[in-house]
């Protein structure tokens, strides 16, 4: 570190961590980055790489005219992110979507980390709160935060942790895939920022595979939950295909199965239902099965997976799974610049903080990085418009929502305050969206720059 101010330091080198450390070290303050893998490991991480991206390599929607997450995409870029710079890098075919490289976009966001004069990478868990002499900190540990940290936030707060369980899709070899039966095609042909509208892999089912699938989905083993698991709600946004199946028998069909905008070229005729894979990596060699997150025992996963048309011989590169994720009550717990009102020099980023989705999760980094940065140098920090994606999020997060049935959440148009005119669809989120990037610059020009 070649400043002389005080560093900020920040615990957890996922999404959000990057970010926030980012943000800081771009606007010239030493920022110290605490991560404790390879020392210790979590339920869901593979690798010590920082912005690992555990479950889907999906940052969704890149349509900034339309969708809430596609404009919190390019409100990223304004604010120079390196988040989306690395994902922009390494884009992968998906359609309307922003898929990533889970391997290039990893070591592309550390490597920029790791380059930058001002930031100090320290291999290490911490264990409890962090020390007192260190008067700036972001805790982005995500929802995977060690027992004894969050124990001692639990402690801090007053607080019980609410928690959820987040699911990971099953990744097939492209190699282990029928392409005699699969055909490659988007949903109503829809390109996408690396993609050409014939994006994913489709496998089609007829009315009698559809049915039995589902009721092999419900009659396969599941997974025990440990007893302090049982009363842990899931996040509607990432249900395991079990526990959509058991909600009725066209839930499946409607939703990860939905044949919508799909002919098979065999017959000219939409399916009636397709299973939808993406591309993965760069090479093209590894394919997730799109919204499969599952709690089933692998062996079953194997057996029911296998019976999808087009994926009779799959080899898995890694088969579906679930963790438990820990958040905070935010809207009782934080004020509007994320700090913890019981101990104001901690302030948290990202998914503990309740928002949901990659996105999501690297733009409260982003936002807590440039709190904390213009704290450090004696400015007051300023939140971003309520207008803008990340201001909506952010005004969910700390107070938006009833603190009593506090759930986590996407970004999405419903956060918006409503504007002017009686708009609706499409325009009306056009509207919202060029309100939003409008009211940004606003907020982005403040925060003081390194040269």
Known sequence: MTSSTKPIHIVGGGLAGSEAAWQAASAGVPVVLHEMRPVRGTEAHLTDGLAELVCSNSFRSDDSANNAVGLLHEEMRRAGSLIMRAADTHKLPAGGALAVDRVGFSAAVQAALLAHPLVELRRAEVAGLPPDDWDSVIIATGPLTSPALAEAIRRLSGEESLAFFDAIAPIVHYDSIDRSIVWKQSRYDKGGPAGDGADY???????????????????????????WETTTPYFDGCLPIEVMAARGPDTLRWGPMKPVGLRDPRTGRRPWAVVQLRQD??????????????????GEQTRLFRTIPGLDRAEFARLGGLHRNTFLNSPRLLDATLRLTAMPRLRFAGQ????????????????TGRFAAAERQGLAPAAPPATTAMGALLGHITGGADAKTFQPMNVNFGLFPPIDGNLRG??????????????????????PRAA
């Open 281 to 298: 990596n760069a090479l093209g060699t590894l394919w997730n099965i799109v919204g499969f997150q599952t709690k089933l025992k692998h």
């Open 426 to 447: 499409k325009e009306r989120k056009q509207a919202l969206s060029a309100r939003a990037l409008s009211d940004l610059d606003g907020w982005l020009r403040p925060l």
């Open 201 to 227: 892999f489709n496998c089609p089912l007829d009315r009698d595979e559809y049915e039995a699938f589902v009721a092999g989905l419900l009659a396969a083993d599941k997974t025990e939950f440990k007893e």
């Open 352 to 367: 503990i903080t309740g928002c949901e989705g990659y996105v999501e999760s690297a733009a409260v980094g982003l936002m």
